[in-house]
């Protein structure tokens, strides 16, 4: 019998077959910048009032504090009972162990109110970042974090201004004991520190934490999750070591958001004793 060679026509088809990628594989998809872009919730297409689930997040933890703050100092006992004691004990942290250590009474009576709302909003809406169907916190996309630095920017400004009117500027952008020829160095560079670089770097280290914490979680829970349920067998065994790593990376977010809420309120209250200073 003869063979007769294949058409090209014919071979079309089983190249075709053979270079055509599997779709049946299973695919991971890994953590995304997209994550704080979610879609809008409420008000989609409104410029000013567009509503996605952070900007929801962001004010369910406003009414949180509220009411957990007022539950807890609204009936104010002698011998506080677990909860005022917590609540009590929070604020007691933040007023001796930040404000007064570096204002003193005085001043730290003044901007209390600013510090201790600035510790617990950071510490509350980072928080969110490790509970269980949120997974993302509030101060990791910039707007919160840009807003409580220009909070504190305005409060160590206004602090200076009003103490020493027209010493803090003039000392702050010619430091005295400088020679005169080198302020066209100095007065540039310390414009940028003071007036530029405090600002940016409260809020980007604020905002970079949060941002990696919220991707090595999601990195670790979504790859345990790939390798239990889509690929089985043997992968088992490295969906335990990437849980293994994603809880200790819980707690790692804990200490690290914790650590966050009490930088930026410490910064912010070293800025404005810094305006405060009698050197000016």
């Known amino acids: 019998m003869l063979e007769t060679p294949l058409s090209a026509a014919a071979l079309i088809p089983a190249l075709a077959f053979a270079t055509a990628p599997a779709t049946d594989a299973p695919e991971f998809k890994g953590p995304s910048i997209l994550d704080f872009f979610p879609p809008a919730i409420f008000f989609e297409g409104n410029e000013f009032f567009e509503m996605n689930r952070i900007m929801l997040l962001r004010l369910v933890i406003v009414a949180l504090i509220f009411i957990l703050f007022w539950l807890g100092t609204r009936k104010m006992q002698l011998v506080p009972g677990r909860f005022q004691g917590t609540i009590e004990m929070g604020l007691e942290f933040v007023r001796k162990g930040i404000v007064e250590d570096l204002l003193g009474q ?31 916190a509030g101060t990791s996309v910039i707007g919160l974090p840009l807003v409580l630095a220009v909070a504190a920017y305005i409060a160590f400004i206004w602090a200076g201004l009003r103490k020493h009117p027209w010493a803090f500027l003039r000392n702050a952008l010619f430091p005295p004991g400088v020679p005169p020829f080198l302020y066209i160095i100095v007065t540039p560079i310390e414009f940028i520190s003071m007036f530029v670089l405090r600002p940016v770097t409260l809020t980007l280290r604020l905002l970079m934490n949060m941002i990696v914490g919220h991707l090595l979680l999601v990195l670790f829970f979504s790859a345990t999750a790939f390798f239990m349920v889509e690929l089985g067998g043997w992968w088992i065994a490295a969906s335990a070591v990437t849980l293994a790593f994603g809880t200790a990376f819980t707690f790692f977010e804990i200490l690290v958001s914790v650590l966050q809420a009490y930088v930026f309120a410490l910064l912010t209250t070293v800025y404005i004793q810094l305006a405060l200073a009698d050197e000016h």
Do not use: A, E, H, S
């Open 106 to 136: 005085k001043d730290g009576k003044r901007f209390l109110p600013l510090i201790t709302t600035i510790f617990f909003l950071v510490l509350f809406m980072n928080l969110t970042g490790i509970v269980p169907g949120i997974n993302i």
